[in-house]
């Protein structure tokens, strides 16, 4: 009777450990699953601020297939010429539309801007990136302890890095992270996804 | 007569004719003023009495224009019957053109020849109607005022024999070269005067008619200018003019011949003549000063010509005792900045009781002008502003303008600059900078290098923090994207190329 206890005892706490790995928080394998969903809508906004000004980037991502549409619109501090003419503000905007296909960019081309493509896929989730997680069933939020791991980006270089997502289902909707530049300049990156329906 | 009487003679002799010299001598060099004749100013009726003299220019005329045109209550027409209860123009000789009533007998216009007073017609050597300010057909006054209003105003209505009208035609009027070959004949005839004066002239554009008829044939047009001037369009212009009946030159010689030649009695007759039948007087008869109130002071191309004609042939507003022998203004040099006026500069005549109005001229324009005694700096440099008296262009004062260029905006700007912490209020601090730089003339920028330096230096600093936060913005945007190190260092090549500035380092 003994060793029936035992044996039941011992299922339960399988089954409360499997309940536990099925616990009510979202996994890292979730997580990168959803980074490779088929998103028919990215928003992209990037904000860096510094010297009490702040500079935005707004970018608007509509995929079909192997082809893109991007709508974009970012800030752009003028420039000055003793000899030439210059504009009334200090901040302009430049904005535009352009059309990806299969890797081909045309439209409104600028040529400090390569939209041909966004490669958020390539980012990583992995325990060892991250310190101070806080994790619920649609929630991660985590300080990211290497940065160039979570980018799959050996040149990035910054510091003060957090990140946080949000997903509806399986799918992400938003993905939100933060760091510094090294010249001290405050960095605010966010995406909205919609999933393909 | 002894030697010693004979002596004390001869010295009597050569005193009486030092001292006629010497009373015959002030004034030989100097322009002419107002002749006393009794034929100026000897209108003594009211018809004026409600006209503000201290006007001048265009509104002088204006208010003359509108007293002239108000009185004109009878028109006169120009055909039809010969009496003169119709107004009819016809009988010139009951406009005032008689010469000798006793004998009927009347002067042509332009010659002064007599000729009996009932010898009308359209044939050689008769007399016809000479509108002084031609008609030319209905051009200058329009078809309905071709034979009325205008086109049959007694007041430039002149009997004249039918060739030498005929040969006037539509020619202005001016000085023409007095030779055989320009005399207008007469009647066939170019011996019916004996000095060259009492001939008429016409060149290609111009006539000139005999002395004694040039004064009233400025008083005339003068007359029709301001009388039917806003109507008809009716202008001066001092180049000569033929065919164009709306606009009649030279003023300039016009008004040297209405200052050489005062009105006369036969004019003043006249013009009461008219006056009864018309209801409207020739205000240059009556006031021949007029003419220098309106015409030199209207501001038209021809003003300034025709003030210097009145300092050189005399003037009818100004006596001698408002000749002064001397002037000095109220300052004697000035400093000013680009831009900047001065002060009114006022004028003291000597002596004190002479006129102190005064032409203002400037000896360089680009550089300062002057209206009404205020000196307006335009660019940097030296000029003369020079005030001569309008009653004779012999006495006249001088200052120095000295104009140099304000730095100080361009120099507080750059203060400025250096004040702002806040990129954004440094970015318009410089802007600001760069425009009133820009205001400099070349010559005063060089003065300003050192402040020009630290600008340039606050444009390298802007400017180098604005490409750092283009940069990270780019940065940024191509972490986010998950574009690869080469591909963001080849774009950030580019960024540099654009900006002109390295920030990949």
């Known amino acids: 009777m003994k060793k029936i206890s035992v044996i039941v005892f011992a299922i339960l706490m399988c089954a409360l450990l499997c309940l536990a790995g099925c616990s009510n928080t979202l996994s890292y394998s979730q997580l990168n699953k959803a980074l490779g969903l088929p998103y028919s809508k990215l928003q992209l906004n990037v904000s860096v601020k510094k010297s009490g000004v702040t500079l935005n980037g707004s970018y608007a991502i509509a995929y079909n297939g192997d082809n893109a549409t991007v709508q974009y619109t970012y800030d752009r501090l003028n420039t000055l010429s003793v000899d030439g003419t210059n504009a009334d503000a200090p901040l302009g905007h430049v904005t535009g539309t352009v059309q990806v296909n299969n890797g081909a960019v045309t439209g409104d081309v600028q040529p400090d801007l390569d939209l041909s493509f966004v490669n958020y896929e390539g980012f990583r989730f992995d325990k060892g990136f991250f310190a101070e997680v806080e994790a619920t069933k649609t929630t991660f939020k985590a300080k990211v302890t290497d940065p160039k791991g979570f980018l799959n980006n050996s040149d990035f270089a910054c510091s003060d890095m957090s990140v946080e997502a949000t997903v509806n289902g399986k799918a992400l909707s938003k993905l939100t992270f933060t760091f510094t530049l090294p010249d001290s300049a405050s960095v605010s990156v966010n995406y909205a996804f919609t999933l393909a329906q | 007569m002894t030697k010693r009487q004979r002596l004390h003679l001869s010295l009597a002799l050569i005193a009486v004719a030092a001292i006629v010299l010497a009373l015959a001598l002030p004034f030989t060099a100097q322009p002419a003023l107002a002749q006393e004749t009794s034929a100026v100013n000897s209108y003594q009726g009211d018809y004026y009495d409600n006209l503000n003299t201290d006007l001048d220019g265009e509104e002088f005329r204006a208010q003359l224009a509108k007293l002239i045109t108000d009185t004109h209550t009878t028109w006169t027409v120009y055909r039809g019957s010969s009496s003169l209860s119709l107004n009819n123009v016809w009988p010139l000789s009951d406009v005032g053109d008689v010469h000798n009533p006793n004998d009927n007998t009347m002067k042509w ?397």
């Open chain 2, 109 to 505: 216009f332009y010659t002064g020849t007599v000729v009996p007073s009932d010898n009308f017609g359209g044939n050689a050597g008769q007399t016809n109607r000479e509108h002084v300010w031609a008609k030319s057909g209905t051009s200058t006054f329009g078809a309905s005022w071709a034979e009325a209003g205008p086109g049959a105003d007694a007041h430039h209505l002149r009997p004249t024999e039918v060739r030498l009208n005929a040969d006037r035609g539509d020619l202005g009027f001016g000085e023409v070269a007095q030779t055989k070959s320009n005399i207008v004949a007469q009647n066939g005839s170019k011996s019916y005067g004996s000095t060259p004066d009492e001939l008429c002239y016409k060149g290609a554009n111009l006539f000139y008619p005999a002395k004694g008829y040039r004064g009233a044939t400025a008083r005339i047009l003068f007359y029709m200018q301001v009388r039917w001037g806003d109507a008809c369009s009716l202008d001066f212009t001092d180049g000569p003019t033929k065919g164009d009946g709306k606009l009649i030159g030279k003023i300039s010689d016009l008004m040297k011949w209405h200052l050489q030649e005062p009105p006369t009695e036969e004019e003043i007759y006249r013009n009461n003549i008219i006056a009864g039948i018309q209801g409207n007087r020739n205000p240059f008869i009556d006031h021949p000063e007029y003419a220098e109130m309106i015409y030199c002071h209207n501001n038209a191309s021809y003003s300034a010509t025709l003030q210097q004609t009145v300092l050189t042939y005399g003037s009818y507003l100004y006596t001698e005792a408002d000749r002064p022998t001397a002037l000095t203004l109220s300052a004697a040099s000035l400093q000013l900045q680009v831009g900047q006026s001065s002060a009114k500069i006022t004028v003291t005549p000597t002596p004190a009781q002479a006129l102190s109005r005064v032409q203002w001229s400037t000896s360089d324009a680009t550089v300062a002008t002057v209206s009404d005694g205020v000196v307006t700096a335009v660019a940097a440099g030296t000029a003369t502003i020079t005030a001569t008296s309008v009653v004779d262009n012999t006495v006249t004062a001088s200052l120095t303008v000295t104009v140099a260029v304000d730095t100080s905006p361009f120099v507080q700007a750059v203060q400025q600059i250096e004040q702002k912490t806040a990129l954004y209020d440094k970015y318009y601090a410089i802007n600001e900078a760069i425009e009133e730089y820009n205001k400099l003339p070349q010559s005063a920028q060089a003065t300003v290098a050192q402040h020009y330096a630290t600008l340039q230096q606050a444009i390298e600093d802007y400017n180098a923090q604005a490409a750092q936060l283009n940069a990270d913005l780019h940065t940024a945007t191509g972490y986010a994207a998950g574009w690869t190190a080469a591909a963001a260092a080849a774009m950030l090549a580019v960024v540099a190329v654009v900006t002109g500035k390295g920030i990949w380092r």
